[in-house]
């Protein structure tokens, strides 16, 4: 099974990871400061808020429902970064994936769609499979802290166990799993484990789902600071949003990577991803798939593009360099997508 290595590098932040970081004479914009409402809390460790929640999860979908197949859908805004920027830089996509799948991943279908303004349509096709061979990624996740840390690593290269690794293959576990109660616990006390890492409650999603921000600071590979944040339920520990914001200047970048760099991070760190359900189901047909999708009736793209302004976020700043909605799209199928680094301009 070939395997897109998506969630990996999720939240490794280096735009351009193999390039050099020479000077560079351009001026480079400085992002304005994160904002925070008057009703957040403070950001606080998030060791104990973490393990306080590991103690006491509540039930979700993954835990009530049965059926052969798993089921996990997302939502991602990105920028369609092709050709330099225009006037207000890129636009701004909406993309939808679904995804089923058994257990071993041996079965399954993966169906995406685009949304703008007045339409729905289909974005790369419905693929389906039967009989393959998951790789270990695939295969059900440990509920140990420690194994589990293995097991998110798989999906990274030599080196590659830095906590932003830790927090970007969780953010990949999310895509690729319905998480039981057990695992989900064993995920947050991976994470109450690592460096460095806040916390900050009372917050909530792009779609007023209550929660907890779990927020790594560090400076990427490209000297850029960034703060990578999971978004996981109050009460059920489930993901429900991976984003990153940009908290400082960018510095100079090298000159032989394009005039347009810095606006490649910039757009770059303007993704968010939405983790919509997660739930077992009975057969690849439920829910409904595609632009048939309930939700997805007329008006779906105003409505979706209506909630692009993040304004629910303590930090206002939109989210973060994601694989391009092309990498991954069916993870192990119809041949590799290219990593989200292979090339600054990565198109769906």
Same mark, same amino acid.
């Given at each position: 099974?070939?395997?897109?290595?998506?969630?990996?590098?999720?939240?490794?932040?280096?735009?351009?990871?193999?390039?050099?970081?020479?000077?560079?004479?351009?001026?480079?914009?400085?992002?304005?400061?994160?904002?925070?409402?008057?009703?957040?809390?403070?950001?606080?460790?998030?060791?104990?808020?973490?393990?306080?929640?590991?103690?006491?999860?509540?039930?979700?979908?993954?835990?009530?429902?049965?059926?052969?197949?798993?089921?996990?859908?997302?939502?991602?805004?990105?920028?369609?970064?092709?050709?330099?920027?225009?006037?207000?830089?890129?636009?701004?996509?909406?993309?939808?994936?679904?995804?089923?799948?058994?257990?071993?991943?041996?079965?399954?279908?993966?169906?995406?769609?685009?949304?703008?303004?007045?339409?729905?349509?289909?974005?790369?096709?419905?693929?389906?499979?039967?009989?393959?061979?998951? &790789?270990?990624?695939?295969? @059900?996740?440990?509920?140990? #802290? /420690? %194994?589990?840390?293995? *097991?998110?690593?798989?999906?990274? !290269?030599?080196?590659?166990?830095?906590?932003?690794?830790?927090?970007?293959?969780?953010?990949?576990?999310?895509?690729?799993?319905?998480?039981?109660?057990?695992?989900?616990?064993?995920?947050?006390?991976?994470?109450?484990?690592?460096?460095?890492?806040?916390?900050?409650?009372?917050?909530?999603?792009?779609?007023?789902?209550?929660?907890?921000?779990?927020?790594?600071?560090?400076?990427?590979?490209?000297?850029?600071?960034?703060?990578?944040?999971?978004?996981?339920?109050?009460?059920?520990?489930?993901?429900?949003?991976?984003?990153?914001?940009?908290?400082?200047?960018?510095?100079?970048?090298?000159?032989?990577?394009?005039?347009?760099?810095?606006?490649?991070?910039?757009?770059?760190?303007?993704?968010?991803?939405?983790?919509? &359900?997660?739930?077992?189901? @009975?057969?690849?047909?439920? #829910? /409904? %798939?595609?632009?048939? *999708?309930?939700?997805?009736?007329? !008006?779906?793209?105003?409505?979706?593009?209506?909630?692009?302004?993040?304004?629910?976020?303590?930090?206002?700043?939109?989210?973060?360099?994601?694989?391009?909605?092309?990498?991954?799209?069916?993870?192990?199928?119809?041949?590799?997508?290219?990593?989200?680094?292979?090339?600054?301009?990565?198109?769906?």
């Amino acid at each position: 099974m070939i395997r897109a290595r998506t969630g990996a590098l999720l939240l490794t932040a280096s735009l351009l990871l193999t390039a050099c970081a020479g000077p560079s004479d351009g001026v480079n914009p400085d992002p304005p400061s994160p904002t925070t409402p008057p009703n957040s809390t403070p950001l606080v460790p998030a060791g104990p808020v973490l393990t306080r929640l590991a103690n006491t999860l509540g039930d979700a979908p993954a835990d009530t429902t049965n059926g052969d197949y798993q089921y996990v859908e997302r939502r991602t805004w990105y920028h369609d970064i092709i050709g330099p920027p225009g006037p207000t830089g890129w636009p701004e996509r909406v993309r939808i994936d679904q995804l089923w799948r058994t257990d071993d991943a041996a079965d399954g279908r993966q169906i995406s769609v685009q949304l703008d303004s007045g339409s729905c349509t289909p974005d790369g096709g419905d693929s389906s499979w039967t009989g393959q061979t998951g &790789d270990r990624f695939d295969q @059900p996740p440990p509920r140990q #802290p /420690a %194994a589990l840390r293995t *097991h998110l690593l798989i999906a990274g !290269g030599p080196g590659e166990t830095r906590p932003q690794d830790i927090v970007g293959g969780i953010a990949m576990l999310y895509e690729r799993h319905v998480l039981t109660r057990p695992v989900r616990a064993a995920v947050l006390r991976l994470l109450a484990a690592q460096p460095g890492l806040l916390a900050q409650t009372g917050v909530t999603d792009r779609v007023q789902r209550p929660g907890v921000d779990v927020i790594l600071p560090y400076t990427d590979r490209s000297g850029v600071p960034r703060r990578d944040i999971l978004t996981v339920d109050a009460t059920s520990g489930v993901l429900l949003a991976a984003r990153s914001t940009i908290t400082g200047p960018i510095p100079p970048q090298d000159p032989r990577l394009g005039p347009d760099t810095t606006d490649v991070i910039v757009a770059d760190a303007a993704s968010y991803r939405l983790y919509v &359900d997660s739930r077992r189901t @009975p057969d690849t047909h439920t #829910p /409904a %798939a595609g632009c048939q *999708h309930p939700t997805l009736g007329p !008006g779906a793209g105003q409505r979706l593009t209506a909630v692009s302004s993040d304004n629910a976020h303590p930090d206002s700043r939109t989210p973060w360099r994601l694989p391009a909605p092309g990498s991954g799209r069916r993870p192990g199928r119809a041949g590799a997508p290219r990593s989200p680094h292979a090339t600054s301009r990565n198109t769906p």
